[in-house]
């Protein structure tokens, strides 16, 4: 009886020892600390798909519906590598592809204008670029979802030159206030009805009240379609929803000009080959100016 008295007594000892060894001295109780923070080391930076720049850094991790990247040192020397670049030639411009996991398609983000976390978290990273001197103007942002829930990729940087010696494929979203993009989600496909979602009427809210103290500004609603159908047809059809998003903003009491464009199919963002991407193709474009 003496004997397993001992042992519990010691045991008890032993334990109380350790939590002080471990967890006081050292440090790691901590519920985070004690999780292996293991990244894939597959990040890089290529410029115009030939002149890789950076290779075989951290890949940035974002937790599960949250938009702000946990940053180790490997992400921080990314970052003050391609500020550098960037910094180097303000012809450099750079595509920030953000990605969201499977579960989370439908989760919007709880705050700003955008209606997809993958553009949210672009935008998180733009931020910390554009803190340390990048200009935002040279950043645009796209969006994916993920293959997988593990998110081993979940922000892609790509860059690309534009010296005005030959014309873009593909047109660039910036994602800022004053040249915002909505997907076709505030329409039903084919359909010129506006039906706005909470992005959108959060957004068309701020404009209201920046368009009151800044009365000489304008408004211009651009309408994209995806290459489905005729070019008439498509042009026509963004004509038609440009101008029931400008009969939105009147409503809602908007009393800037608003002007109203449709680009039709012309101006894609990505190819037209996958539902998924003409969604994105699908749009309606805000300019403030």
């Not at 000892?13 to 471990?22: E, L, M, T």
């Not at 499977?102 to 554009?130: C, M, N, Y």
């Not at 701020?206 to 408004?219: A, C, G, I, Q, R």
């Not at 409503?251 to 998924?276: F, Q």
Request: aromatic share 10%; proline share 4%; with cysteine.
């Amino acid at each position: 009886m003496r004997l397993l008295l001992g042992i519990f007594v010691f045991f008890i000892w032993a334990s109380i020892c350790r939590f002080g060894y471990v967890c006081e001295l050292k440090g790691l109780c901590d519920e985070e600390a004690v999780v292996e923070d293991i990244r894939p080391k597959t990040l890089d930076l290529i410029l115009d798909d030939t002149v890789t720049f950076l290779k075989d850094y951290d890949q940035f991790r974002f937790d599960k519906d949250s938009i702000l990247p946990f940053l180790n040192e490997s992400n921080e020397a990314y970052l003050d590598s391609l500020i550098s670049i960037m910094k180097s030639d303000s012809l450099i411009f750079l595509t920030l592809t953000g990605a969201y996991r499977p579960s989370e398609q439908d989760h919007k983000p709880a705050s700003g204008f955008f209606e997809d976390l993958g553009t949210a978290r672009a935008d998180a990273i733009r931020g910390l670029l554009v803190d340390k001197g990048v200009t935002i103007k040279n950043i645009s942002l796209d969006f994916r979802a993920s293959a997988g829930e593990n998110l081993l990729a979940p922000v892609a940087f790509t860059l690309y030159t534009d010296r005005g010696d030959a014309p873009e494929e593909f047109a660039k979203i910036q994602f800022v206030f004053t040249n915002m993009t909505f997907s076709d989600a505030n329409f039903e496909k084919g359909s010129p009805v506006f039906v706005p979602g909470d992005a959108l009427i959060a957004y068309a809210d701020s404009v209201k009240t920046y368009l009151e103290l800044n009365p000489d500004k304008t408004l211009t609603i651009i309408g994209h379609c995806d290459s489905d159908g005729t070019d008439e047809y498509n042009l026509e059809l963004g004509k038609n929803r440009a101008e029931n998003a400008k009969n939105y903003f009147v409503d809602l009491g908007v009393s800037a000009t608003i002007n109203t464009l449709s680009k039709g199919e012309s101006e894609p963002v990505v190819p037209n080959d996958s539902e998924i991407n003409m969604q994105k193709n699908r749009r309606v474009n805000f300019v403030i100016e």
